[in-house]
């Protein structure tokens, strides 16, 4: 009957439908020594669990020693520690600059010309669009006005 009963609750525990109460019991079955022979391959598994609470930590690890300095000493390390510091900022910054130099560079060239009268139509060409966008923005506002005394006159009377 016994036997029936740990078939029934291993299926259910590979299905996942176990509570913790039936986990143990199954893990106590498997921690006897009278385990049938058709189960003997679930042995491992269950023993595994119980193996971790037989284990202690034998290796001893050592604590980090703080070093005791003198009064001259504690000073100096500081010291030591305040230029470590600012070398690691300086070759952040450094490498930081060094990498983005280039992109610096392409942000300040503007198209520059050498030829005065190539820079004079370019010059032209450029305020010609700026033009004809003022204007559309004007022809906007005159809209907006007309809009403005229609809804006047309408609501007036």
């Keep these: 009957m016994e036997l029936n009963k740990i078939e029934i609750l291993l299926e259910k525990y590979f ?3 176990t509570s913790i109460a039936e986990e143990n019991e199954l893990r106590n ?9 058709h189960l003997e391959q679930y042995k491992p598994m269950f023993g595994y669990f ?3 609470k037989e284990q202690m930590l034998k290796q001893e690890t050592p604590l980090l020693s703080i070093p005791k300095f003198r009064d001259g000493d504690k000073k100096r390390y500081i010291a030591w520690l305040s230029i470590a510091a600012s070398v690691v900022v300086l070759l952040g910054i ?8 280039d992109t610096v560079n392409k942000k300040e060239d503007l ?3 050498d030829d005065p009268e190539v820079a004079l ?8 669009l700026l033009s004809n966008h003022v204007n559309v923005g004007i022809e906007s506002v005159y809209y907006i006005n ?8 309408i609501f007036k009377q």
């Design 146 to 153: 007309e809009y403005q005394e229609s809804k006047e006159l």
């Design 94 to 101: 450094g490498t930081y600059m060094f990498y983005n130099y």
């Design 121 to 128: 139509r370019e010059t032209q060409k450029a305020l010609a």
């Design 50 to 52: 119980s193996l971790p």
């Design 15 to 17: 299905q996942g439908e």
């Design 29 to 37: 079955y498997f921690s006897s020594p009278d385990v049938a022979q």
């Design 111 to 113: 198209g520059t010309y």
